[in-house]
């Protein structure tokens, strides 16, 4: 199976801060790579799909880059409601895997 | 508007079975994997089962296949997991999720449920 490993695994900033996630796959995965948001208690959220394409609806402060092994997930200007857990998933192989999470705080 | 309604959830025992269901509406089932993602609490997310529109592929995860059995009615709008032989492993709340991708094979997940807990312990 694909390991997907993300760092850090916390992440204490401040509003208005740029915000940068790593995800690394344990091989390559070319762009097949999702970036998710979840707050407790709320269904996760589909940010980045092919390791960089916004969803709809999805405010472009977010973005995502990368290819192959490592992916970035950039918030240019941290905002409140930004304050959650991301995730990556991977979906090249017929065994779809999350990284372990980052949990982003609030400084 | 997509809406994905999980039952089924509870408490049971070890070595019990459980048997969850997801209601979907606000788009055509028939032409979108589903899939089953779980969460420890406490801990990340972590896919459990997937299938294909045509309910003609299915999916595990090493963690439960053979223990788990994902199928679909799409006459009903409803995804339906199976789960055999549960430990404490497999506590967490468990969401039914719809893949982003029209008549495709498993990839990424553009609408979740809201999740049904499933706690097991004797």
Known sequence: ?107 | DVQLLESGGGFVQPGGSLRLSCVASGFTFSNYAMSWVRQVPGKGLEWVSGIRGSGGGTYYADSVKGRFTISRDNSKNTLFLQMNSLGAEDTAVYYCVKDAKRMSTITYFDYWGQGTLVTVSS
Not at chain 1, 10 to 32: F, P
Not at chain 1, 40 to 54: C, N
Not at chain 1, 65 to 92: K, M, N, R, V
Request: hydrophobic share 30%; aromatic share 12%; with cysteine.
């Open chain 1, 1 to 107: 199976d694909i390991q997907m490993t993300q760092s850090p695994s916390t992440l204490s900033a401040s509003v208005g801060d740029r915000v940068t996630i790593t995800c690394r796959a344990s091989q390559s995965i070319s762009n097949w790579l999702a970036w998710y948001q979840h707050k407790p208690g709320e269904a996760p959220k589909l940010l980045i799909y092919m390791a960089s394409s916004l969803e709809s609806g999805v405010p472009s402060r977010f973005s995502g880059s990368g290819s192959g092994t490592e992916f970035t997930l950039t918030i240019s200007s941290l905002q409140p409601d930004d304050f959650a857990t991301y995730y990556c998933q991977q979906c090249h192989s017929f065994s779809w895997t999350f990284g372990q999470g980052t949990k982003v705080e609030i400084k």
